[in-house]
T-cell receptor, first 116, second 110 residues
Framework: ETGVTQTPRHLVMGMTNKKSLKCEQHLGHNAMYWYKQSAKKPLELMFVYNFKEQTENNSVPSRFSPECPNSSHLFLHLHTLQPEDSALYLC???????????????FGSGTQLSVL | SQQGEEDPQALSIQEGENATMNCSYKTSINNLQWYRQNSGRGLVHLILIRSNEREKHSGRLRVTLDTSKKSSSLLITASRAADTASYFCATVGGYSTLTFGKGTMLLVSP
Protein backbone atom coordinates (compact mmCIF):
# COMPACT_ATOMS: atom_id res chain seq x y z
CA GLU A 1 0.00 0.00 0.00
CA THR A 2 1.64 3.21 -1.18
CA GLY A 3 -0.89 5.66 0.23
CA VAL A 4 -2.13 6.57 -3.25
CA THR A 5 -5.46 5.04 -4.27
CA GLN A 6 -6.80 5.01 -7.81
CA THR A 7 -10.28 4.03 -8.94
CA PRO A 8 -11.47 2.27 -10.94
CA ARG A 9 -8.77 -0.36 -11.49
CA HIS A 10 -10.18 -1.23 -14.90
CA LEU A 11 -12.35 0.77 -17.27
CA VAL A 12 -13.78 -0.08 -20.67
CA MET A 13 -15.44 2.74 -22.55
CA GLY A 14 -16.71 3.55 -25.99
CA MET A 15 -15.42 6.49 -27.96
CA THR A 16 -18.54 8.54 -27.23
CA ASN A 17 -18.59 7.93 -23.47
CA LYS A 18 -17.61 10.32 -20.73
CA LYS A 19 -15.88 8.87 -17.70
CA SER A 20 -13.61 10.04 -14.89
CA LEU A 21 -10.59 8.54 -13.19
CA LYS A 22 -10.08 9.30 -9.53
CA CYS A 23 -6.94 9.49 -7.44
CA GLU A 24 -6.62 10.11 -3.72
CA GLN A 25 -3.46 10.37 -1.65
CA HIS A 26 -3.22 10.02 2.14
CA LEU A 27 0.40 11.08 2.47
CA GLY A 28 0.05 14.82 3.06
CA HIS A 29 1.78 15.55 -0.25
CA ASN A 30 1.29 18.79 -2.13
CA ALA A 31 2.01 17.70 -5.69
CA MET A 32 0.04 15.24 -7.80
CA TYR A 33 0.68 13.86 -11.27
CA TRP A 34 -0.98 11.95 -14.08
CA TYR A 35 1.20 9.65 -16.19
CA LYS A 36 0.22 7.53 -19.18
CA GLN A 37 1.90 4.17 -19.73
CA SER A 38 1.49 2.52 -23.12
CA ALA A 39 3.10 -0.72 -24.20
CA LYS A 40 6.70 -0.38 -25.38
CA LYS A 41 6.83 3.34 -24.54
CA PRO A 42 8.33 5.31 -21.68
CA LEU A 43 5.98 6.71 -19.09
CA GLU A 44 4.54 9.94 -20.42
CA LEU A 45 3.94 12.77 -18.00
CA MET A 46 0.54 14.31 -18.70
CA PHE A 47 -0.21 16.83 -15.96
CA VAL A 48 1.34 18.15 -12.76
CA TYR A 49 -0.49 19.94 -9.98
CA ASN A 50 1.36 21.73 -7.21
CA PHE A 51 -0.77 23.03 -4.34
CA LYS A 52 -3.86 22.53 -6.55
CA GLU A 53 -2.41 24.68 -9.34
CA GLN A 54 -1.61 23.07 -12.67
CA THR A 55 2.07 23.62 -13.31
CA GLU A 56 2.65 21.33 -16.28
CA ASN A 57 0.56 20.21 -19.21
CA ASN A 58 2.62 18.22 -21.67
CA SER A 59 0.65 18.95 -24.83
CA VAL A 60 -2.11 16.59 -23.82
CA PRO A 61 -5.19 16.54 -26.11
CA SER A 62 -8.21 18.38 -24.76
CA ARG A 63 -10.20 15.15 -24.57
CA PHE A 64 -8.27 14.65 -21.32
CA SER A 65 -9.30 17.18 -18.70
CA PRO A 66 -7.69 17.15 -15.24
CA GLU A 67 -9.21 18.53 -12.07
CA CYS A 68 -7.55 19.02 -8.70
CA PRO A 69 -10.07 20.28 -6.12
CA ASN A 70 -7.59 19.97 -3.23
CA SER A 71 -4.11 18.64 -2.53
CA SER A 72 -5.43 15.14 -1.76
CA HIS A 73 -7.64 14.50 -4.78
CA LEU A 74 -7.00 14.42 -8.49
CA PHE A 75 -9.36 13.55 -11.30
CA LEU A 76 -8.90 12.89 -14.99
CA HIS A 77 -12.07 13.49 -16.97
CA LEU A 78 -12.26 11.59 -20.26
CA HIS A 79 -14.49 12.28 -23.24
CA THR A 80 -14.55 11.22 -26.89
CA LEU A 81 -11.42 9.15 -26.51
CA GLN A 82 -9.71 7.23 -29.30
CA PRO A 83 -8.63 3.58 -29.29
CA GLU A 84 -4.98 4.71 -29.14
CA ASP A 85 -5.75 6.25 -25.73
CA SER A 86 -5.99 2.74 -24.30
CA ALA A 87 -3.25 2.51 -21.69
CA LEU A 88 -2.48 2.28 -17.99
CA TYR A 89 -3.07 5.67 -16.37
CA LEU A 90 -1.01 6.20 -13.28
CA CYS A 91 -1.45 8.80 -10.60
CA UNK A 92 1.44 9.81 -8.36
CA UNK A 93 2.08 12.24 -5.56
CA UNK A 94 5.12 13.80 -3.94
CA UNK A 95 6.15 16.34 -1.35
CA UNK A 96 7.41 19.16 -3.53
CA UNK A 97 9.20 21.82 -1.57
CA UNK A 98 10.15 25.09 -3.18
CA UNK A 99 13.16 24.46 -5.38
CA UNK A 100 13.41 20.86 -4.25
CA UNK A 101 14.90 18.45 -6.72
CA UNK A 102 15.17 15.28 -4.64
CA UNK A 103 11.54 14.39 -4.36
CA UNK A 104 10.44 10.83 -4.99
CA UNK A 105 7.11 9.82 -6.38
CA UNK A 106 4.54 7.55 -4.80
CA PHE A 107 2.34 5.84 -7.38
CA GLY A 108 -1.12 4.40 -7.30
CA SER A 109 -1.84 1.01 -8.88
CA GLY A 110 -3.24 2.63 -11.98
CA THR A 111 -6.40 2.42 -14.05
CA GLN A 112 -6.19 0.10 -17.05
CA LEU A 113 -8.25 1.86 -19.69
CA SER A 114 -9.57 0.22 -22.84
CA VAL A 115 -11.27 2.37 -25.46
CA LEU A 116 -13.40 0.44 -27.93
CA SER B 1 15.46 15.45 -23.36
CA GLN B 2 17.07 14.07 -20.22
CA GLN B 3 15.04 10.89 -20.47
CA GLY B 4 16.86 7.83 -19.20
CA GLU B 5 17.26 4.79 -21.39
CA GLU B 6 17.63 1.37 -19.80
CA ASP B 7 19.67 -1.50 -21.12
CA PRO B 8 19.02 -4.36 -21.65
CA GLN B 9 15.34 -4.23 -22.54
CA ALA B 10 14.86 -7.69 -21.07
CA LEU B 11 16.95 -9.89 -18.78
CA SER B 12 16.36 -13.50 -17.80
CA ILE B 13 18.36 -15.11 -14.98
CA GLN B 14 18.17 -17.92 -12.43
CA GLU B 15 17.45 -17.43 -8.74
CA GLY B 16 20.61 -16.68 -6.81
CA GLU B 17 22.33 -14.94 -9.71
CA ASN B 18 23.03 -11.22 -9.81
CA ALA B 19 21.13 -8.92 -12.16
CA THR B 20 22.66 -5.76 -13.59
CA MET B 21 20.69 -3.10 -15.42
CA ASN B 22 22.10 0.05 -16.96
CA CYS B 23 20.69 3.48 -17.59
CA SER B 24 22.03 6.22 -19.82
CA TYR B 25 20.81 9.79 -20.01
CA LYS B 26 21.57 12.86 -22.06
CA THR B 27 21.74 16.03 -19.99
CA SER B 28 23.02 17.04 -16.57
CA ILE B 29 20.97 15.84 -13.63
CA ASN B 30 20.35 16.62 -9.97
CA ASN B 31 19.58 13.06 -9.09
CA LEU B 32 18.73 9.71 -10.62
CA GLN B 33 16.15 7.33 -9.21
CA TRP B 34 15.29 3.69 -9.79
CA TYR B 35 11.75 2.37 -9.62
CA ARG B 36 10.27 -1.08 -9.85
CA GLN B 37 6.93 -2.07 -11.39
CA ASN B 38 5.15 -5.38 -11.05
CA SER B 39 2.98 -6.26 -14.02
CA GLY B 40 -0.03 -3.96 -14.36
CA ARG B 41 0.69 -2.13 -11.11
CA GLY B 42 2.11 1.23 -10.11
CA LEU B 43 5.78 2.02 -9.76
CA VAL B 44 7.55 1.72 -6.43
CA HIS B 45 10.56 3.87 -5.57
CA LEU B 46 13.69 1.83 -4.84
CA ILE B 47 16.61 4.18 -4.45
CA LEU B 48 17.77 7.73 -5.19
CA ILE B 49 21.35 8.73 -5.94
CA ARG B 50 22.39 12.38 -6.05
CA SER B 51 24.64 13.78 -8.73
CA ASN B 52 27.51 14.19 -6.24
CA GLU B 53 27.30 10.55 -5.14
CA ARG B 54 29.01 7.66 -6.91
CA GLU B 55 27.55 4.62 -5.21
CA LYS B 56 24.67 3.78 -2.94
CA HIS B 57 23.41 0.60 -1.29
CA SER B 58 20.04 -0.48 -0.02
CA GLY B 59 19.69 -4.09 1.08
CA ARG B 60 20.44 -6.26 -1.98
CA LEU B 61 20.48 -3.22 -4.26
CA ARG B 62 23.58 -1.38 -5.33
CA VAL B 63 23.40 1.69 -7.55
CA THR B 64 26.33 3.44 -9.19
CA LEU B 65 26.39 6.77 -10.97
CA ASP B 66 29.01 8.02 -13.41
CA THR B 67 28.14 11.59 -14.35
CA SER B 68 31.06 11.84 -16.77
CA LYS B 69 29.57 9.00 -18.81
CA LYS B 70 25.99 10.02 -18.01
CA SER B 71 25.20 6.51 -16.91
CA SER B 72 23.99 4.55 -13.91
CA SER B 73 23.71 0.88 -13.06
CA LEU B 74 21.43 -1.05 -10.74
CA LEU B 75 22.73 -4.32 -9.35
CA ILE B 76 20.42 -6.76 -7.60
CA THR B 77 22.42 -9.40 -5.77
CA ALA B 78 21.26 -12.94 -4.99
CA SER B 79 18.08 -12.47 -7.00
CA ARG B 80 14.80 -14.11 -6.07
CA ALA B 81 11.74 -15.03 -8.11
CA ALA B 82 9.93 -12.17 -6.33
CA ASP B 83 12.35 -9.73 -7.97
CA THR B 84 10.64 -10.41 -11.31
CA ALA B 85 9.39 -7.00 -12.45
CA SER B 86 10.21 -4.09 -14.73
CA TYR B 87 12.83 -1.66 -13.52
CA PHE B 88 12.93 1.99 -14.56
CA CYS B 89 15.45 4.73 -14.12
CA ALA B 90 14.22 8.30 -13.84
CA THR B 91 16.16 11.51 -13.95
CA VAL B 92 15.62 14.96 -12.50
CA GLY B 93 17.33 18.06 -13.83
CA GLY B 94 16.79 21.60 -12.64
CA TYR B 95 13.32 21.92 -11.20
CA SER B 96 11.68 19.67 -13.73
CA THR B 97 9.65 16.60 -12.98
CA LEU B 98 10.98 13.08 -13.24
CA THR B 99 11.27 11.61 -16.72
CA PHE B 100 11.37 7.86 -17.14
CA GLY B 101 12.92 5.42 -19.58
CA LYS B 102 11.23 2.41 -21.17
CA GLY B 103 12.46 0.06 -18.48
CA THR B 104 14.21 -3.29 -18.22
CA MET B 105 12.00 -6.34 -17.82
CA LEU B 106 13.66 -8.77 -15.38
CA LEU B 107 12.60 -12.40 -15.17
CA VAL B 108 14.02 -14.48 -12.34
CA SER B 109 13.35 -18.19 -12.70
CA PRO B 110 13.26 -20.51 -9.67
Amino acid sequence: ETGVTQTPRHLVMGMTNKKSLKCEQHLGHNAMYWYKQSAKKPLELMFVYNFKEQTENNSVPSRFSPECPNSSHLFLHLHTLQPEDSALYLCASSRRDRGATNEKLFFGSGTQLSVL
Amino acid sequence: SQQGEEDPQALSIQEGENATMNCSYKTSINNLQWYRQNSGRGLVHLILIRSNEREKHSGRLRVTLDTSKKSSSLLITASRAADTASYFCATVGGYSTLTFGKGTMLLVSP
